[in-house]
């Protein structure tokens, strides 16, 4: 149960190798959070993000959970649920893709796609529908400024963004008198193994301070945060722009 | 589904509320209340999420409030358990009884006083509510009523007093009430410059009262930490009052205040403020005054004159924080006022008491010792952190804190704390073997 000071006391993390998942799960144990499941594809990631977690003093479960694979989220998320109320559920898990290699490969395309998108939105239903069933809980979910606009150089993971950011959106709506908090998250440029080798934009920010917006964010009852805050204005600049100029601007 | 907190303000969640008018409407909502659970919940005077349950059931109380039986020869009240200590009050005080313990509000009902184990100023005369509850009808898992008496089913007595409501509903109960002449207090007023003479003052002389408490001023500092006023008295005799006053000595009539507006900003409660309040509640109070006269409603429940006082506190609501720790810890203590006061916690509602021997409840919070509550706003920084220190000063001097005010508490800071909960959790596991009876604050708790 979340406290009156708004600590929570456990997570569910799906994507649970994912740098800006570690960083939150980190900080959330930090406080309060004694109670971490991480969901995830095997990996050593995986395993190392536990290790870590438990050294900090949670009790971490692992559970094999791969996004793609729709038909098994009932299962696997419902068993996160049957050992007690999860406060917190951080949807991180997202795949890049290779924006040059997708447009010849239209079935990786699809795979981006399949994960970011089509794999959230039933994780996201699977979770939530628990989540109402509890009377209370949160649901995190890490979009991306990349689902604001669409760009010449990574359309298809953002447009894969878009989507998600546009049901988590509604979904959020949908849930208003429910008792659970839908927060969509739009990190910018992250320093992560993801972008590793990728030119930094401007206003690039890390895990740790993604984190820490999330947490404030949950904190103060928000449906969006931006990562950093700064970019609510810059995106709202841009959106607006029209597409003959979006077009030749160097990003 | 509706949206229900504490006292505090902090931590709201949702639950399906049945409000029962009869034991038989009770037993039917327990029995149908599936996965999630249920929980009673009378005036939602607890501070956090005793009388929570998100996703369950919650039980309001309210609705089954017949006063059932007044035995005026032996002295004993039976009640339903919704009724409140202000109807008590109403109905007992004209007929020269009063509620045996009172806390600082009027609007509990009597199960949630036994559910609490509540305790009042009188705690060192007196011992807490359950010592003068006779018996009481518990609506259990399976769907039974049992007349519970602590002779004939000792352990689920004391399991349920101060058991916040996690080994049943309580329905109906039999109280021992205390006789009184009037319905006005005589009270003595003094201050103590600091801590060490308001702890001296406490130990000589609190032996002469009935009711005891001491406000202290937690923003003070240096030479003037601690500093107090003690107001402590007895109920009047009819030799006491005035003539006036002697014409209708046993009237009860509390005086009430507008509602606090529903929109406060938050902030308002900061060192500042609260230092200028502390100062001006300081200096306005008498050095000393004796025997002055003063309703029920204003020695004991100064607070329920101002209904919903609790907005003052804005949107993110407040916490109260109260310990218990043992007389022999003066040490302690001095460790955590001077550990608030350095802190700046803008606490404007700050009561030292002394209490007596403790009663058996397994969980009942009362023991004998020093016991120091203080509401606290939630947006206060570093707050947290704050807390938990002082939870482990008073887990370790062997003391405890108050789950009918927690909301915040660590669940493996609880054990150290009571040391029957063991043997609470294994009745509750043999009484309810589904855990039917649940609530946000057991969930939070691991109880």
Redesign the interface.
Known sequence: ???????H?SLLVLGGSSEIARSTARLMVG??T?TVHLAGRPSPELDASAAELRALGAEVTVLDFDAADVDSHAAVLGKAFTE??IDVVLLAFGVLGDQAEDERDPVAAARVAQVNYVGAVSASLVCTQQL?????GALVVLSSVAGERARRSNYIYGSSKAGLDVFAQGLGDSLR???VQVLVVRPGFVHTRMTAGLKPAPLATTPDAVAAAVLDGLGRNAHTVWAPGALRFVMSGLRHLPRPVFRRLPI | MESLTGWGRTAPTLARVERPTTVEEATLAVLAAGPRGAVARGLARSYGDAAQNAGGRVLDMTGLSRILDIDLPAGTVTAEAGVSLHQLMKVLLPLGWFVPVTPGTRYVTLGGAIGSDIHGKNHHVSGSFSRHVSSFDLLTADGSVRTVTRESDSDLFHATVGGMGLTGVVTTATVRLLPVRTSLMSVDTERAADLDELLARLTTTDHRYRYSVAWIDLLAKGGSMGRAVLTRGDHAEPGQLSPAQRRDPLAFRPATLPAAPRLLPGGLLRPVTVGLFNELWYRRAPRERRGEIQKISTFFHPLDGVPEWNRVYGRNGFLQYQFVIGLDQERTLRRIVERISRSQCPSFLAVLKRFGQGDPGWLSFPAEGWTLALDIPTGMPGLGGLLNELDDEVAGAGGRVYLAKDSRLRPESLAGMYPRLDDFRRLRAELDPAGLFTSDLARRLRL
């Open positions: 149960m979340k406290n009156a000071l708004g600590d006391q406080r309060r004694r007690g109320d109402r069933g509890q009377g209370h008198g429910s008792g």
